[in-house]
């Protein structure tokens, strides 16, 4: 974003999940120079800021030790845009809901700082509609009330909010949402009982909307500080209270979603990760993304080029991953050349995830193994058509020999091994963010799809990661994690993504059931 001058955006980050954020926080959020975040923001969503923006944590955790002043957080957002910077406020839910926006708002009108407002989900809405509440109804609910939990303590003990006119709107087929209801929640309840609502009026707590941790516990005005009590009910958290609330038990529906409550970690490289969390999230899983690979060139072209330039000599070329795939059409487009270089060889695609990319540049496959790993593509190509042939594999700059050496051991005239790219630690990971999670158990599995993505997260991670249950795309990886450390508990039939997913869906389930008591 080519600001002449300075501009702070407020942004409303959603109720917790990264994917409710709206596509305008998104924009935004890919063109910051400086993001200043609360502790309630997913720090997935940190990941769309550019890798030179400058990532700022304010705090605002009740309790924190790390929190900084309203007043400080206004001074940086307009020293910040003064420079010329273009500041991005990350607020969770929606800044103008109870986040203090309006407060940031005046300070950077009064300051002459020209800024913009993203509205966000906020968990007031979320809340309820991932516990299965309509906040209005035809028959149950006429208006929505939203209102704090925790007011300015500096305002003294008479409260601002008018409890009594409360509860006789919940009375009237009006439903309450209250925010921040954690700390003071036996208290405001107990203000609305002695305001008239009646001790049966249905009421609802939701803990962590949206995310792998929600927790909802329903009851009645009377009971639900006792039974969020039992529960172990923590913040964040909101209150529902009135008809509406009654309607949980028959329209319930996150809980009954595939991969509800479990958190997963995807680790194969950022560009290839998209479609495998939005599909896990779908499916109503939790996703955080610790991309441990990144492909970049190799460290020279020098043999990759000299099999370019007499391409047309080999009989077959193997391609071993969909990355090989693009990294060698891409080298071929930089040196002027097209597909059509590659003349009269023949293809071999090791998975169908390989076959379907150089489908996607018009190259039809000569052969694909019926097991997805190289070892297999002898018996796909068949010996007859491996003697004396010339083959040429471009691949990783470091990968298994098993299949350069079975090829030559059938037969083959010549084997060229071409490293078309590399693989690398990625920069940025929010390594320490990991380790939290997993010495908090809030991670379920791990998800592995190479053994470079094993080994490159051992190295992040270190000794917290042995133990860990982990999701693997095939025996080789599996193995890789098992001697790690990893309790492998998922390995696919077929090595696809795909089929690694439905692996993973019907783990959970066995896992469900054998909670439940079932067989």
């Known amino acids: 974003m080519n600001e002449r001058s300075g501009r702070v955006f407020l942004v409303g980050a959603g109720p917790g999940a990264p994917d409710l954020i709206a596509l305008r926080g998104r924009d935004v959020l890919s063109r910051a120079d400086v993001v200043i975040y609360d502790h309630l923001v997913n720090s997935e969503l940190l990941k769309l800021a550019p890798s030179s923006a400058e990532l700022i944590y304010a705090g605002k955790k009740s309790g924190a030790e790390k929190s900084f002043p309203q007043a400080e957080l206004n001074r940086m957002l307009i020293e910040h845009a003064q420079k010329g910077r273009v500041v991005v406020r990350l607020k969770g839910g929606d800044p103008f809901i109870f986040g203090r926006g309006g407060e940031e708002a005046e300070a950077l009108a009064r300051a002459q700082v020209p800024f913009e407002v993203v509205p966000g989900v906020t968990s007031a809405i979320a809340a309820a509609a991932f516990a299965g509440i309509p906040l209005t109804h035809r028959e149950h609910g006429s208006f929505v009330v939203f209102v704090t939990g925790h007011e300015d303590e500096n305002k003294g003990a008479r409260s601002a909010i008018p409890w009594d006119e409360l509860a006789a709107a919940a009375q009237s087929r009006g439903t309450i949402v209250i925010l921040m209801a954690t700390a003071r929640m036996r208290a405001t309840l107990a203000r609305l009982s002695r305001a008239g609502l009646s001790s049966e009026t249905p009421a609802v707590a939701i803990e962590s909307a949206t995310t792998a941790a929600q927790k909802t516990v329903a009851a009645t005005l009377a009971t639900l500080a006792d039974e969020c009590a039992r529960a172990g009910l923590k913040s964040p958290a909101v209150i529902v209270v009135g008809e509406c609330a009654g309607l949980r038990e028959r329209l319930r529906w996150v809980e009954q979603t595939a991969l509800f409550g479990r958190a997963i970690v995807i680790t194969r490289a950022q560009a290839n990760t998209p479609q495998f969390a939005a599909e896990l999230r779908h499916l109503g899983a939790e996703v955080f993304e610790f991309p441990t690979i990144e492909t970049v060139p190799p460290k020279s072209y020098q043999r990759l080029d000299a099999a370019i330039a007499r391409v047309g000599s080999f009989d077959w070329i193997v391609f071993t991953s969909a990355t090989g795939v693009e990294a060698f059409t891409a080298r071929l487009r930089s040196l002027g050349r097209d597909i059509r270089s590659i003349g009269q060889a023949s293809i071999a695609a090791i998975g169908p995830a390989t076959a379907e990319r150089l489908a996607n540049y018009g190259l039809q496959v000569a052969a694909i193994p019926g097991e997805y790993r190289a070892e297999a593509i002898i018996d796909a190509i068949g010996i007859k058509r491996i003697r004396g042939k010339r083959f040429l594999i471009p691949r990783a700059e470091v990968a298994r020999e098993a299949l350069p050496e079975l090829l030559r051991e059938a037969g083959a005239r010549e084997v060229v091994i071409a490293p078309a790219y590399r693989t690398i630690k990625p920069k940025g990971v929010q390594v320490e963010r990991m380790r939290e999670l997993i010495a ?48 492998v508990v998922v390995t696919p ?24 008591g079932g067989s």
């Not at 053994?451 to 990661?465: D, M, P, Q």
């Not at 795909?498 to 389930?509: G, P, R």
């Open 440 to 487: 908090s158990r809030g991670i379920d599995l791990v998800t592995f799809t190479s053994s470079s993505t094993v080994i490159n997260f051992c190295k992040l991670i270190g000794a917290a990661a042995k133990g860990l249950k982990a999701a693997a795309i095939g025996p080789i990886t599996a193995e890789t994690a098992r001697r790690k450390g990893f309790e």
């Open 493 to 516: 039939a077929e090595y696809t993504i795909a089929e690694l997913i439905s692996a993973i869906q019907e783990y959970f389930e066995r896992e469900a059931v054998v909670a439940g």
